[in-house]
């Protein structure tokens, strides 16, 4: 997979809700890393969708986060996520599903092997997925590069979609890493 591109690029933020992030390890790093990709996506106009599973359960998305969302989460039942992204056609640029989340073993993992195998790209952040367990966020993370998924971090998808530091955004959207 070539570098990540803000103008090829889909954020897909995957069940970070309210009575589920108290359980998950490391919960305040997950939502810190996903606010800044949900800001630095926002600035750089990159597409972001919300999942929510079964928000009548689990409640809504952490207020955090919920206030920078520019769209209502998408509600479901299934692990795997039923989302449709733009695919590659011979006269468009093929979208990268870029995704963060709740939980990597779980719906995360669910959803990006679903996408693998639909033929979209997709790229894992790793320091912004979590589960109850580190060694069952570990060994999903290990097993979604198994199977064809790129793995990231937080920085890098940024400086990625921003590509150049003469990017105009670029001075607005370092900000967010530091």
């Given amino acids: 997979m070539p570098l990540l591109s803000a103008g090829s690029s889909v954020l897909l933020v995957i069940d970070l809700q309210e009575r589920l992030m108290p359980a998950i390890a490391g919960a305040a790093d997950v939502v810190e890393q996903c606010s800044r990709l949900i800001r630095a996506a926002t600035r750089l106009e990159v597409p972001v969708t919300t999942t929510e599973q079964d928000p009548d359960k689990l409640g809504p998305t952490v207020g955090p986060l919920a206030a920078l969302l520019p769209a209502p989460a998408v509600a479901k039942s299934t692990f795997a996520a039923d989302l449709s992204f733009p695919t590659a056609t011979p006269t468009t640029t093929p979208t990268t599903v870029v995704v963060c989340g709740c939980e990597a073993h779980v719906c995360v993992q669910s959803t990006v092997l679903a996408l693998r195998a639909s033929g979209h790209g997709v790229a894992v952040v790793a320091d912004a997925v979590g ?29 990625e979609w921003l590509g150049t530091s003469r990017n105009p955004a670029f001075r607005e959207v370092q900000k967010l890493i530091k």
């Fill in 131 to 159: 589960s109850r367990s580190p060694a069952d966020r570990d060994a999903a993370v290990a097993r979604m590069r198994d199977h064809g998924v790129d793995v990231v971090t937080t920085e890098m998808v940024v400086f």
